[in-house]
């Protein structure tokens, strides 16, 4: 059995993909910056706080993913599927989402998209602060 301190932030694309087929779904705070993802199958998991920014997840499963706050920023999300994800105050400033499903993804007032992007045309939801 491997020794992984559950406190140390995960920073290693192969450590994501080995512990999610373990059945880990928590990887808040992992620090994937620039790593490549494309075509990872993370649905459903907790990528909340997360550095993903200049990451390739094209093609990736991000269905029903936590990506509130996360850092997507220049992130490759070409025909990822992000339908039903949290989107809550994430950072998608210069990302591409050509292709991605969007479709009744989370958003809120304070996620920064790229230029030019429109959520609702997307099939995203606004959701209000209570």
Same mark, same amino acid.
């Given at each position: ?10 920073? $290693? ?9 373990a ?8 620090e ?8 990872? $199958? ?24 936590d ?8 992130? $490759? ?19 591409n ?10 958003y ?23």
């Open positions: 059995m491997s020794q992984i301190n559950s406190q140390q932030p995960i920073n $290693n694309a192969a450590t994501v993909v080995e512990s999610y087929a059945g880990k779904r928590d990887f808040s705070k992992a994937l910056g620039n790593a490549d993802l494309q075509n990872i $199958n993370l649905r459903g998991s907790d990528l909340s706080y997360a550095d993903l920014s200049g990451a390739n997840l094209s093609g990736a499963n991000f269905r029903g993913t990506l509130s706050f996360a850092d997507l920023s220049e992130a $490759n999300l070409r025909n990822a599927d992000l339908r039903g994800a949290l989107l809550m105050s994430a950072n998608l400033h210069q990302a989402l050509e292709g991605a499903n969007l479709e009744k993804a989370d809120d007032r304070n996620t920064h998209f790229p230029e030019n992007f429109d959520p609702v045309k997307a099939g995203m939801q606004i959701k209000a602060e209570d």
